[in-house]
């Protein structure tokens, strides 16, 4: 019931930009906040960021803060990021991510992910 489907990863540049975005359906969209993780082979899970259920609180890893941006259109049950200057440690799978409440019970649910490659 519950997806998560992320998309717009790809092969870019140093420097470069992608726009990410997770579809999420199953649950009510606009009262959950929603993260962003990615992981790549040799290095730990990393959250990258997280906007509150009505996108009027962010946070960002210290090592994407000031080039990536987290928002979400609640009506299109959406959750995007922006990425900007990108560099060859952001290489990685990136995840969508929420923690949902179903039927008065917390989980935790993954999209599949999508990869970003940044290579010269």
């Known amino acids: 019931q519950v997806q998560l489907v992320e998309s717009g990863g790809g092969a870019v540049q140093p420097g470069g930009s992608l726009r990410l975005s997770c579809a999420a359906s199953?649950?009510?969209?606009?009262?959950?906040?929603m993260r962003w993780y990615r992981r790549s082979p040799g290095s730990e899970r990393e959250l990258v960021a997280s906007?509150?259920?009505?996108?009027?609180?962010?946070t960002y890893a210290d090592s994407v803060k000031g080039r990536f941006t987290i928002s979400r259109d609640n009506a299109k049950n959406l959750v995007f990021l922006e990425m900007n200057r990108l560099k060859g440690d952001d290489t990685a799978k990136y995840y969508c991510?929420?923690?949902?409440?179903?039927?008065?019970?917390?989980?935790?649910?993954w999209g599949q992910g999508t990869q970003v490659t940044v290579s010269s």
């Open positions: 199953g649950f009510t969209f606009s009262k959950h906040g």
């Open positions: 991510n929420s923690l949902i409440k179903l039927d008065s019970e917390f989980a935790n649910y």
């Open positions: 906007i509150s259920s009505t996108g009027e609180s962010t």
